[in-house]
């Protein structure tokens, strides 16, 4: 196991917006960081300040442009963003139009050098192998990803990482495995976190990072992002704090001790 913090979104701007502080608190920490975002940014929905659709973007296109701004977040910690590329669940043409995978308008707008549809990749064997032969090459102390929210996306890369997770694990010692606070399901008064993280000193930087993805972050996310630190802040005594709960490795059964 290696002094390594490994961070994976869904989508580029997921890992600030759950994690930012934590991440930047650890690479301040002597860790290093790996930063991975599992989909290929293909939706082609640009938000305005309200979270309401302003711009609608081919796939190739919002390619582009969310993948930049990832690149220029990640920068803020020192890091390099890995896009895994798979497929976003749906597309749209630069009317608006939403088209949905299994659609023929679907397959012929998808980029060709795209991987698996992500609400199929974690049934996939190579898909998950992918991401675990990743995992077993850093060695990581630490992995923070998605949580079980509404967003199939979200559920889709936790469900991965989990899998992706359990078969690196056989040939490598891991670390834990902790899926961030709420996200675009969940609410704090439904989650109780196993592990709070004081990110005080470290939200400037958070925000910087997080803002710099400007094609999706308006004023509404920015009022989320910071009323969501302030009130697990308050859980710690402190200005702003990160909320996770642990998943691998489990705990022992209740019932069988296994």
Same mark, same amino acid.
């Given at each position: 196991?290696?002094?390594?913090?490994?961070?994976?979104?869904?989508?580029?701007?997921?890992? +600030?917006?759950?994690?930012?502080? &934590?991440?930047?608190?650890?690479? !301040?920490?002597?860790? /290093?960081? %790996?930063?991975?975002?599992?989909?290929?940014?293909?939706?082609?929905?640009?938000?305005?300040?309200?979270?309401?659709?302003?711009?609608?973007l081919l796939p190739a296109e919002s390619q582009t442009?969310?993948?930049?701004?990832?690149?220029?977040?990640?920068?803020?910690?020192?890091?390099?963003?890995?896009?895994?590329?798979?497929?976003?669940?749906?597309?749209?043409?630069?009317?608006?139009?939403?088209?949905?995978?299994?659609?023929?308008?679907?397959?012929?707008?998808?980029?060709?050098?795209?991987?698996?549809?992500?609400?199929?990749?974690?049934?996939?064997?190579?898909?998950?192998?992918?991401?675990?032969?990743?995992?077993?090459?850093? +060695?990581?102390?630490?992995?923070? &990803?998605?949580?079980?929210?509404? !967003?199939?996306?979200? /559920?889709? %890369?936790?469900?991965?990482?989990?899998?992706?997770?359990?078969?690196?694990?056989l040939e490598t010692v891991l670390g834990s495995l902790?899926?961030?606070?709420?996200?675009?399901?969940?609410?704090?008064?439904?989650?109780?976190?196993?592990?709070?993280?004081?990110?005080?000193?470290?939200?400037?930087?958070?925000?910087?990072?997080?803002?710099?993805?400007?094609?999706q972050v308006g004023e509404r996310l920015k009022r989320?992002?910071?009323?969501?630190?302030?009130?697990?802040?308050?859980?710690?005594?402190?200005?702003?704090?990160?909320?996770?709960?642990?998943?691998?490795?489990?705990?022992?059964?209740?019932?069988?001790?296994?």
């Amino acid at each position: 196991m290696k002094k390594t913090i490994l961070a994976i979104g869904a989508h580029s701007d997921d890992i +600030e917006f759950q994690a930012g502080g &934590t991440l930047a608190k650890y690479l !301040d920490e002597g860790y /290093r960081g %790996v930063y991975i975002v599992a989909t290929d940014d293909s939706a082609g929905i640009n938000l305005d300040e309200n979270g309401e659709y302003k711009k609608f973007l081919l796939p190739a296109e919002s390619q582009t442009v969310r993948q930049g701004e990832a690149k220029e977040a990640a920068a803020v910690f020192g890091l390099k963003p890995l896009h895994l590329n798979f497929k976003q669940r749906f597309c749209c043409d630069n009317e608006g139009n939403f088209y949905y995978i299994g659609t023929e308008e679907y397959r012929r707008l998808s980029i060709p050098g795209s991987r698996e549809c992500i609400l199929i990749a974690p049934e996939k064997k190579d898909c998950v192998s992918l991401l675990a032969e990743i995992i077993r090459r850093e +060695e990581p102390e630490i992995i923070l &990803t998605q949580q079980l929210d509404i !967003d199939p996306e979200h /559920r889709n %890369v936790c469900s991965l990482v989990c899998k992706a997770y359990m078969e690196a694990s056989l040939e490598t010692v891991l670390g834990s495995l902790y899926n961030w606070g709420p996200s675009s399901g969940g609410e704090i008064r439904h989650t109780e976190p196993d592990m709070l993280v004081d990110v005080s000193r470290y939200f400037r930087k958070k925000l910087e990072a997080f803002y710099l993805h400007r094609s999706q972050v308006g004023e509404r996310l920015k009022r989320i992002a910071n009323g969501r630190a302030e009130a697990w802040g308050k859980r710690l005594g402190v200005p702003h704090a990160e909320a996770f709960i642990k998943v691998l490795p489990a705990r022992p059964c209740e019932y069988t001790g296994q």
